[in-house]
């Protein structure tokens, strides 16, 4: 009598995946480490898509310098108020333009299903956050350097300080912006919503900043509120350096916040990212 043969080992059938195997259509497990190359890449991608779009680089170059220059001549029987407020306004212009560019730039990549693509790609969102704050940084770096040297050097702006601490300033201040505009750019559907989001982001801190008038003079609840406020420590800093000709304490303080609050909210800007699959 023979003995039952040994039933044969399963073998999945061809059109069953191994549990171990990653499904072609499954996204890719998120990269968790930082990579500068990375970081890099996604910077040239939007770099070379600003490239493409002349409106949008001269809203970034020129509108600063076109304000500051009105300014100015609206001030020309008084220099001396143009060097007070023109000073705080060096940070502040870069702050609006690249709070709105980088803010519609980001949400166009939302909506049309480019970020969510990149996204099923190994590149992990502190790239991608990385990347955009890159690319639009080196934007912020040319546009503050114009604005400080047209003010500075051709429409007369008086500081004490050094040019280039004012120039530091308005840089931070830009890429605080573009931080901003990063982390609105989640909470938008469209282009137009994102733009309504400058009411309720700038404008208070533009009231409130001590631009107007100083933040002691306010009422004791708008100056709580204004000390929260990062464009707060951008006019600070400004002031710092129109009076001072040396770095002040005040000064290294008002621009470790400035960064600080940019960090932060870049951080908070990679948590908004969210990968979907469909």
Known sequence: MSTPAA??????????????????????????????TRTTATAARVLRQLAHDPRTIALLMLIPC??????????????????????????????????????????RE???????????????????????????GA??????????????????????????????VALLDALLGTALGLFVSAFAASEFQAVQFMPAVIFPQLLLCGLFTPRTDMHPALEAISDVLPMSYAVDGMNEVLRHTDMTTAFVRDTLIVAGCALLVLTLGAATLKRRTH
């Open 66 to 107: 076109v304000m500051l220059l009105l300014l100015r001549y609206v001030f020309d029987g008084s220099p001396r108020t143009f060097d007070t407020i023109g000073a705080s306004l060096l940070g502040i212009f870069p702050l609006i333009t690249m709070f709105l560019v980088t803010s519609i730039a980001t949400l």
């Open 7 to 36: 039933p044969a080992p399963h073998q999945p059938s061809p059109h069953q995946s191994s549990p171990h195997q990653q499904s072609p259509l499954s996204p890719v497990a998120p990269t968790r480490a930082l990579s500068p």
């Open 139 to 168: 934007l912020a770096i040319v546009q503050s350097a114009l604005a400080t040297g047209l003010a500075v050097w051709f429409l007369g702006l008086d500081v004490t300080g050094s040019p280039w601490l004012l120039l530091l």
């Open 110 to 136: 939302r909506t049309s299903g480019t970020l969510e693509r990149l996204l099923a790609m190994p590149l992990g969102k502190g790239d991608l956050i990385a990347g955009y704050a890159l690319a639009f």
